[in-house]
């Protein structure tokens, strides 16, 4: 099997996941890793013995043999190692949100075309297959297109304190922004949201946002990060898809698996990123399969959308315009 020679740019807790999962995948080759905290890069490196370790993005983009880029850094740091990424003829992953300005977007767009490289949002939950199932009963006719969406993501109070660096729109919701923009096959007319800071003077812990598409889907999207610690859910996640000729449905709040210690309760979490005995599974490991795959052939990827994620960006911003303007709003792209 041809492996697809793969960098790493931002080395925190998710681009750690990165790591993991293309450590255990036959169709990659971490070549190189990257991270402005030289201690974190360091330890990454010497734990699975990975030769070129860097903390300027430079040095490893300036290497002719990379193909794949991933990019995990802070979310407002993703624009300057992508673009570069591009124009050194390497296809890129750039972490969500692909970016938190829409000029930056349709710049990381245009510079993929200008160059012949793909560039993927890391939308991953277009590969869990619940996600993927609502879909396929939306193309299939199953469920039919919908009428009406309804999709919740929250996370936890104590996850606020560190992502509050980025607003909730941004950090959340822009996962579902993706979801809904998939599966209603068109593009948001209108937005109305309304924001509530709760343990935050900016940025709300408590966010809704009314969405009105071109050809009449109607989608409302809840992110809070309101669920007690103690409670022991990670990801405390719904969703329901009213279709012409049914509905589909689940809620995520943690697995089945359940472990009570003297801490309290945890429910782990199987569907997203998961390690044992040195390989992964999980929606990430699908994802990243899927772009190697699609480097390894030449072939661009067609079931995730850029396209799509620019558009995303643009309607975020209209949300954080609507709920400070209080009035409906109407993304720019
Ligand atoms: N797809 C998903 O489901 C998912 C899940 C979690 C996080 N994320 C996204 O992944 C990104 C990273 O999140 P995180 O939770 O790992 O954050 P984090 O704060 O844990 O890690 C960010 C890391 O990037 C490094 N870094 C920042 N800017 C850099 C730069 N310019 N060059 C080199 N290194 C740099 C920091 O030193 C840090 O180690 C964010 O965009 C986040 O939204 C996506």
Sequence with gaps: MRKTKVGIIGLGSWGGCHLEAFRSMPQAEVVAICDRNEERVREL??????????????????????????????????????????????????????????AEAIEMQRTAEERGKFIVPGHLLRFEPRYADIREAIVSGRIGAPHSMYLKRARTKSMFRTYKRTHTVFELTVHDLDLAIWY?????????????????????????SCLEFENGTLAFLHSNWMTPDEAGIVMNDSIEVIGANGTAQFANGGSDMQLLDARGRATPDYSIHHTRNGTSTGALREQLTYLCDCAAGGTAPSYVSFADAVHGIAVAEAIIRSCASGKEERPEA
């Design 45 to 102: 490196a010497d734990r699975y013995s990975i030769a070129h370790a860097y903390t300027n993005s430079e040095e490893l983009l300036a290497r002719d043999d990379i193909e794949l880029v991933s990019i995990a850094t802070f979310e407002s740091e993703h624009f300057a190692p992508a673009i570069e990424a591009l124009r050194s003829g390497k296809h890129v992953l750039v972490e969500k949100p692909v970016t938190t300005k829409l």
């Design 184 to 208: 209603a096959g068109s593009r948001v007319r209108t937005v109305k949201a309304y924001g509530k800071a709760v343990h935050d003077e900016v940025v709300p812990d408590i966010l809704w």
